[in-house]
C-alpha cells in the first residue's frame, strides 16, 4: 500500500502544471480549455492594466472638484457587450460540437465491459474474456487488472459497479464517467500508440514460451470516494499496435469464460494462499483450515458465532480484521485486489472440500448474477443486460446464452 502510495506521488512530481500527456486522437477537451485559459488570461492583462492605467492618468489632482465628464457612450457598450457575447458564442458551439462527439462512440467501436466493485475492476473484452489481476510492472505489489486496448480504433467502454458508486478516470485519454450500480454508462475514446514512450513487455504464450510486444503505459482511477480501500482501485491502462494487442490477447493474461470458478478458485489458492491455508485438515496451529469450513454454522470469531456464506468469505479476504477466528491472530493482509471473478471462484473452491454443501463443477463466472447467485435459465437476467444496447457481445456470458 505504501509503494502505491509513493509510485503515485512520484508520478504527480513529474506532471507539470498544464495538462498530463494526451494519448488520444479523440481529445475534445485540451484546445477548448486552452483557448479559455488564454481568453481569460488576455482579459484580465487587459482589463487590469486599464484600470491601472486609468488610476494613474485620470487620478484626482490636489485642487480639481468633482468629474463632470460623460457618463455615458453607447459605442462603447456596445462594443464590450458584443465582443464579450461572441466569445462566449464560440466558446458555447466549440464545448457543444465536442460534448456530442464525446456522447457518440462511433460504430466501429471495440467494446469492453468495465464493472467497478470494492475494491477493483473487472474488464470483459467482446468474447467473454477478462484481464487476470496483475502485479504492478515496477513495484511488484498486486494491482487490480488493467486495460488493455488497441491503439488506432475508437473503444468504447459500458460501465457498470457491482456494489456501489464508483468512477473511471484515464487522465491520458481524456475520460472519465460515472459507474453506477443499477445502471450502465458509456464512454469513448481512441488511443494512439507512441513510439518513443513503449516499453518492451514479454508475455508467456500457450506453449511456455514468451513473446514480446511493445505497449504504452497510462493509469487508471477511481475517482468517486468509494470507501476504505478507494484509493487501490488505481491501475494501469496498456495501448498496443493491433499486431501486439492480438498477441496479448491470445496469451494467457486472460480468463477464458469457459473456465470454471472451481479451478480458477484453485489456481488462487495454490498461488496465493497455500503458504497458510491447508485444504486437507492440516497445519491448523497458525492458520485456519479450508476443510469443511464453508457451510458451517455456529462458526466462532471475536464477533460471536456466524455462519460461513459468500458473504462472510468475501470478508475474510477484502477485510480479514473484520471478523478474526475465534483462537487465531490477525495475521492476514487483505486482498483487495483479486478479482471479483477469483473471489467467487475462491468460494466454489472452498465448497468443493467442504462436506456441508454441494457444488457445482462446472459453474463458470458468466453463469452468476452479479450478485453472486446462479442465474435463472428462465431469463430473468437477460432484461437487465438487454439495456447495454448493441454492448451485448461484451456481457461476460456472451458464450453461455
Ligand atoms: C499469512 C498467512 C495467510 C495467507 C497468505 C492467507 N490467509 Fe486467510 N487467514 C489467515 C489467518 C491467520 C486467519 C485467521 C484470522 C482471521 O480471521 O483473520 C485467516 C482467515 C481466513 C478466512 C476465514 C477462515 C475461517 O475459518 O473463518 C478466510 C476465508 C481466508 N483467510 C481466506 C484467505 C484467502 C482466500 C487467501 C488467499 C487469497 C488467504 N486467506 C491467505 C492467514 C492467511
Ligand atoms: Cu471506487
Same mark, same amino acid.
Given at each position: 500500500?505504501?509503494?502505491?502510495?509513493f509510485n503515485m506521488l512520484a508520478q504527480v512530481k513529474e506532471e507539470s502544471l498544464w495538462?498530463?500527456?494526451?494519448?488520444?486522437?479523440?481529445?475534445?477537451?485540451?484546445?477548448?480549455?486552452?483557448?479559455?485559459?488564454?481568453?481569460?488570461?488576455?482579459?484580465?492583462?487587459?482589463?487590469?492594466?486599464?484600470?491601472?492605467?486609468?488610476?494613474?492618468?485620470?487620478?484626482?489632482?490636489?485642487?480639481?472638484?468633482?468629474?463632470?465628464?460623460?457618463?455615458?457612450?453607447?459605442?462603447?457598450?456596445?462594443?464590450?457587450?458584443?465582443?464579450?457575447?461572441?466569445?462566449?458564442?464560440?466558446?458555447?458551439?466549440?464545448?457543444?460540437?465536442?460534448?456530442?462527439?464525446?456522447?457518440?462512440?462511433?460504430?466501429?467501436?471495440?467494446?469492453?465491459?468495465? /464493472?467497478?466493485?470494492?475494491?477493483?475492476?473487472?474488464?470483459? !473484452?467482446?468474447?467473454?474474456?477478462? =484481464? #487476470? $489481476?496483475?502485479? @504492478? +510492472?515496477?513495484?511488484?505489489?498486486?494491482?487490480?487488472?488493467?486495460?488493455?486496448?488497441?491503439?488506432?480504433?475508437?473503444?468504447?467502454?459500458?460501465?457498470?459497479?457491482?456494489?456501489?458508486?464508483?468512477?473511471?478516470?484515464?487522465?491520458?485519454?481524456?475520460?472519465?464517467?460515472?459507474?453506477?450500480?443499477?445502471?450502465?454508462?458509456?464512454?469513448?475514446?481512441?488511443?494512439?500508440?507512441?513510439?518513443?514512450?513503449?516499453?518492451?513487455?514479454?508475455?508467456?504464450?500457450?506453449?511456455?514460451?514468451?513473446?514480446?510486444?511493445?505497449?504504452?503505459?497510462?493509469?487508471?482511477?477511481?475517482?468517486?470516494?468509494?470507501?476504505?480501500?478507494?484509493?487501490?482501485?488505481? /491501475?494501469?491502462?496498456?495501448?498496443?499496435?493491433?499486431?501486439? !494487442?492480438?498477441?496479448?490477447?491470445? =496469451? #494467457? $493474461?486472460?480468463? @477464458? +469464460?469457459?473456465?470454471?470458478?472451481?479451478?480458477?478458485?484453485?489456481?488462487?489458492?495454490?498461488?496465493?494462499?497455500?503458504?497458510?491455508?491447508?485444504?486437507?485438515?492440516?497445519?491448523?496451529?497458525?492458520?485456519?483450515?479450508?476443510?469443511?469450513?464453508?457451510?458451517?454454522?455456529?462458526?466462532?470469531?471475536?464477533?460471536?458465532?456466524?455462519?460461513?456464506?459468500?458473504?462472510?468469505?468475501?470478508?475474510?479476504?477484502?477485510?480479514?480484521?473484520?471478523?478474526?477466528?475465534?483462537?487465531?491472530?490477525?495475521?492476514?493482509?487483505?486482498?483487495?485486489?483479486?478479482?471479483?471473478?477469483?473471489?467467487?471462484?475462491?468460494?466454489?473452491?472452498?465448497k468443493s472440500i467442504s462436506d456441508q454443501v454441494e457444488v457445482d463443477e462446472d459453474l463458470? !463466472?458468466?453463469?452468476?448474477?452479479?450478485?453472486?447467485?446462479?442465474? @435463472?435459465?428462465?431469463?430473468?437476467?437477460?432484461?437487465?443486460?438487454?439495456?447495454?444496447?448493441?454492448?451485448?457481445?461484451?456481457?461476460?456470458?456472451?458464450?453461455?446464452?
Open positions: 500500500m505504501d509503494t502505491t502510495l495538462f498530463p500527456v494526451d494519448a488520444s486522437t479523440s481529445n475534445q477537451v485540451d484546445g477548448l480549455a486552452y483557448f479559455i485559459l488564454w481568453v481569460c488570461g488576455f482579459f484580465l492583462v487587459f482589463n487590469a492594466g486599464l484600470m491601472v492605467f486609468f488610476a494613474i492618468r485620470y487620478r484626482q489632482q490636489k485642487k480639481a472638484g468633482a468629474a463632470t465628464g460623460q457618463t455615458h457612450n453607447t459605442a462603447l457598450e456596445v462594443t464590450w457587450s458584443v465582443i464579450p457575447a461572441f466569445i462566449l458564442a464560440v466558446i458555447f458551439i466549440w464545448g457543444f460540437r465536442g460534448l456530442l462527439k464525446m456522447e457518440r462512440p462511433p460504430d466501429n467501436s471495440y467494446d469492453i465491459l468495465v /464493472t467497478g466493485y470494492k475494491w477493483g475492476w473487472d474488464f470483459t !473484452y467482446p468474447d467473454g474474456g477478462q =484481464s #487476470k $489481476s496483475e502485479k @504492478d +510492472p515496477v513495484t511488484g505489489e498486486p494491482m487490480a487488472p488493467a486495460l488493455h486496448v488497441p491503439a488506432g480504433r475508437p473503444v468504447r467502454l459500458t460501465l457498470q459497479s457491482n456494489d456501489v458508486l464508483h468512477s473511471v478516470f484515464i487522465p491520458a485519454l481524456r475520460v472519465k464517467k460515472d459507474v453506477v450500480p443499477g445502471r450502465f454508462n458509456q464512454m469513448w475514446f481512441e488511443a494512439e500508440f507512441d513510439p518513443e514512450n513503449a516499453e518492451d513487455w514479454d508475455l508467456p504464450t500457450e506453449d511456455g514460451g514468451t513473446v514480446t510486444v511493445k505497449r504504452n503505459e497510462y493509469e487508471l482511477f477511481c475517482t468517486e470516494y468509494c470507501g476504505q480501500n478507494h484509493s487501490l482501485m488505481i /491501475t494501469k491502462v496498456y495501448v498496443y499496435q493491433q499486431e501486439d !494487442y492480438d498477441k496479448w490477447y491470445v =496469451s #494467457k $493474461s486472460l480468463y @477464458d +469464460p469457459s473456465t470454471p470458478l472451481i479451478d480458477i478458485g484453485k489456481t488462487i489458492w495454490s498461488t496465493q494462499c497455500a503458504s497458510c491455508h491447508s485444504i486437507d485438515g492440516s497445519n491448523t496451529a497458525n492458520y485456519p483450515t479450508w476443510l469443511n469450513l464453508y457451510g458451517q454454522t455456529g462458526h466462532l470469531t471475536d464477533k460471536g458465532s456466524v455462519e460461513v456464506n459468500d458473504e462472510y468469505i468475501i470478508e475474510s479476504i477484502r477485510n480479514p480484521a473484520a471478523q478474526i477466528v475465534d483462537g487465531y491472530g490477525n495475521q492476514m493482509a487483505a486482498f483487495p485486489n483479486l478479482t471479483d471473478r477469483e473471489v467467487r471462484g475462491i468460494i466454489e473452491f472452498m463458470t !463466472y458468466g453463469d452468476l448474477e452479479i450478485d453472486g447467485t446462479v442465474k @435463472d435459465e428462465s431469463g430473468g437476467a437477460e432484461g437487465a443486460e438487454g439495456e447495454a444496447g448493441d454492448g451485448e457481445g461484451s456481457q461476460p456470458d456472451a458464450e453461455s446464452s
